[in-house]
């Protein structure tokens, strides 16, 4: 069930901000970020926890949403959070789209799919089960690895998302010493999957 806001199309902003993908499979391409305040997955290395109290940020209309992806030359917008799926994301990518951008989400799939998309990353997290409405809609599966059970769980959605979804696995950053070695040997062995790495952070941009 989605999360309704005070002004029915009105959401929570925690940030917004033109910047560089720094991961999954449009790492290196300009995009405009809107990271929508609100999360009840819990990840434990979340590193935007301040995100998960709506409450905590501002909420502001579509107009102004979209108002503020025109300042920018990019035409590649990507919806995050938080967890943006908490809200009815129809009303935001029609206006998005309307005004020609591309709408690309990011999402633990932890709520049903809503919203007109050109590109679905799903993240999902054990913290949470993922709805099943998400699987045949995902363009990427982006799986983030902590430990070495995360290589079994990567392989559980790959086995429900489409023959065409793009399979993604990521180190965590604060454990990336230990764990990429470990995803490079599994990509090696389980071609079908690629690297995504947090190239953003290399790189010093947001």
């Known amino acids: 069930m989605t999360v309704k806001t005070a002004k029915n199309t009105d959401l929570p902003i925690m940030e917004s901000f033109y910047t560089i993908q720094g991961e999954g499979f449009h790492t ?28 905590d940020h501002p909420f502001q209309t579509l107009e102004e949403i979209v108002a503020g992806a025109e300042e920018h030359m990019g035409k590649m ?33 932890a709520y049903p799919m809503t919203g007109e998309w ?19 809609l995902a363009d990427e599966l982006k799986v983030i690895i902590f430990n070495k059970s995360d290589f079994k769980f990567a392989e559980k959605y790959a086995a429900l998302v489409s023959k065409n979804c793009q399979l993604m696995l990521q180190p965590e950053w604060d454990k990336q010493e230990q764990m990429l070695p470990l995803i490079i040997d599994y990509v090696k062995e389980n071609p079908q999957w690629k690297i995504s790495l947090q190239t953003h952070k290399w790189m010093g941009v947001p």
């Open 28 to 55: 290196g391409k300009a995009a405009y970020f809107i990271r929508l305040g609100g999360c009840d997955v819990g990840c434990v290395w979340c590193d935007v926890k301040e995100s998960w109290n709506a409450e």
């Open 77 to 109: 917008v990507v919806i995050t959070g938080g967890e943006p799926l908490m809200y009815d994301m129809g009303p935001l990518t029609s206006a998005l789209k309307s005004r020609g951008f591309q709408t690309n989400i990011e999402t633990s799939g």
């Open 118 to 136: 050109d590109w679905v990353c799903f993240s999902p997290k054990k913290f949470k089960e993922a709805h099943k409405s998400i699987f045949p």
